[in-house]
């Protein structure tokens, strides 16, 4: 059984940064795709950063140049280090481990960005 398991979120100030982490179990998470993906109060959830099995990344358009995600095979976990945090920037984050169109979610981090 897959669990993925969230922490790292916070409170923090504008332009501050915080380190998320995702540690999988029940799967060699270095055959799955793994990525973060968001949710803030009335909106849908939307990616944040992925990165496959091979190491390639993607990231959305509003993370590009503040956000990294990593991934460490041998601790069986993904990382997102968040940079010059906003304000809009604050939501729910979900860690998603997808391999062969089977995926699992999370139970999700709370990252609030406010002075």
């Known amino acids: 059984q897959v669990q993925l398991v969230e922490s790292g979120g916070g409170l923090v100030q504008p332009g501050g940064s915080l380190r998320l982490s995702c540690a999988a179990s029940?799967?060699?998470?270095?055959?799955?795709?793994l990525g973060w993906y968001r949710q803030a109060p009335g909106k849908q959830r939307e990616l944040v950063a992925d990165?496959?099995?091979?190491?390639?990344?993607n990231y959305a358009d509003s993370v590009q140049g503040r956000f990294t995600i990593s991934r460490d095979n041998a601790k069986n976990t993904v990382y997102l280090q968040m940079n010059s945090l906003k304000p809009e920037d604050t939501a729910v984050y979900y860690c998603?481990?997808?391999?062969?169109?089977?995926?699992?979610w999370g139970q999700g981090t709370q990252v609030t960005v406010s002075s």
């Open positions: 998603k481990a997808t391999r062969g169109g089977v995926y699992s």
């Open positions: 029940g799967i060699l998470s270095r055959f799955y795709g």
């Open positions: 990165i496959t099995s091979g190491g390639s990344t």
